[in-house]
């Protein structure tokens, strides 16, 4: 059907089901029923789950816009708060909203990028709602399982507790740094940046393996940069935080973050890269615990009993993405956007 110039509107809702539905996800136990099968629990497990979605990838202001990317994003975003309670994936539930104008091509596009993103995180697409509107709107439900106690949560940090930050940041903004010309890389390495890009990877692996090991306390995923993150961590638990500003890239990203004069605690601070922040009262074993998976993980600070947040010694006030503020973000203009997230 991707070869054709078929809209969704033309196949109309059964058309879809048989033409491009079914093939897919036939195979799939429940696939046309009115409720998913998720597994048979061979295990004692406490169910946990979570919803959210999608909004504009930035990618997609820095080149071509491709549903590919969305459906990535999607399924990354929500498997991210999976990995934040330390779970094992399920299956997730999407929920697609678009105009009857949409081409099989591009819906086929938006299905790959989900189910690309799913595989790579071992788990599938399990159910979910197809409806026409006005707009596009791309929501996801991801359903998972802890062993009993093992669930991270944003309470349950003490005083003195180390911050740790999981995942390899600035991916993204490097990407933008490049591709707005502010930048320049070998083709090579401006590859393996896009490539990074538009494939964020949640952390299951990391949050999986510190829920078993016990080595951490609470946890949550990096979604609306660094410093939010910390933030709420540190209301959660009425505590403050001192960071120490210093972080290293790696290699490519940090090339790009020279050429730019962007410090790279600045590049690493941003959202986009979907990281975790895990608190510890032992870093150093989290960091064995991780780099036995080799899964990059970075000492950046300490909880305190003082409510302050400080870089250093000085007050930190950093990145933030808050819905329902001036730093919601929804898309818009690239150039600004680069300037306001990194000040070049």
């Known amino acids: 059907m991707s070869g054709t110039s078929e809209t969704l509107g033309d196949l109309g809702e059964r058309g879809i089901q048989r033409e491009v539905l079914r093939p897919r996800y036939g195979g799939t136990e429940g696939f046309g029923d009115d409720s998913a099968f998720l597994a048979k629990l061979d295990k004692p497990s406490e169910l946990v789950a979570t919803t959210d979605s999608c909004p504009t990838p930035v990618v997609d202001l820095l080149r071509a816009p491709d549903l590919y990317h969305a459906g990535w994003l999607l399924a990354t975003i929500n498997l991210s708060d999976l990995a934040a309670a330390g779970a094992e994936p399920l299956g997730l539930l999407v929920n697609y909203t678009l105009p009857k104008t949409t081409t099989v091509a591009a819906f086929e596009r938006l299905l790959d990028g989900v189910d690309d993103c799913c595989a790579a995180h071992e788990t599938k697409v399990v159910g979910g709602d197809l409806r026409d509107g006005a707009a596009t709107q791309l929501t996801a439900t991801a359903v998972g399982r802890c062993a009993p106690g093992s669930r991270f949560r944003r309470s349950g940090a003490k005083a003195g507790d180390r911050l740790l930050l999981v995942g390899s940041p600035g991916y993204l903004w490097a990407a933008a740094l490049l591709e707005t010309g502010?930048?320049?890389?070998?083709?090579?390495?401006?590859?393996?940046?896009?490539?990074?890009?538009?494939?964020?990877?949640?952390?299951?692996?990391?949050?999986?393996?510190?829920?078993?090991?016990?080595?951490?306390?609470?946890?949550?995923?990096?979604?609306?940069?660094?410093?939010?993150?910390?933030?709420?961590?540190?209301?959660?638990?009425?505590?403050?935080?001192?960071?120490?500003?210093?972080?290293?890239?790696?290699?490519?990203v940090a090339e790009v973050?020279?050429?730019?004069?962007?410090?790279?605690?600045?590049?690493?601070?941003?959202?986009?890269?979907?990281?975790?922040?895990?608190?510890?009262?032992?870093?150093?074993?989290?960091?064995?615990?991780?780099?036995?998976?080799?899964?990059?993980?970075?000492?950046?600070?300490?909880?305190?009993?003082?409510t302050g947040i400080t870089k250093g010694t000085a007050p930190w006030q950093g990145i933030a993405q808050e819905r329902f503020s001036a730093g919601s973000w929804h898309g818009g203009d690239l150039s600004t956007l680069v300037t306001e997230v990194l000040g070049v």
Request: proline share 4%; glycine share 10%.
């Open 182 to 252: 502010r930048a320049t890389l070998p083709a090579p390495a401006r590859d393996e940046i896009w490539q990074r890009a538009c494939r964020p990877m949640a952390q299951l692996k990391a949050g999986q393996a510190l829920a078993r090991a016990g080595h951490a306390r609470t946890a949550m995923d990096v979604s609306d940069g660094l410093f939010a993150t910390v933030r709420t961590l540190c209301e959660a638990n009425g505590l403050g935080a001192v960071v120490t500003g210093e972080f290293d890239l790696d290699e490519p």
């Open 257 to 306: 973050a020279a050429q730019c004069g962007v410090r790279p605690f600045d590049l690493a601070e941003t959202w986009g890269d979907w990281g975790l922040v895990v608190v510890a009262e032992d870093a150093g074993q989290v960091k064995k615990t991780l780099y036995e998976e080799g899964i990059a993980v970075q000492d950046i600070g300490r909880l305190t009993a003082d």
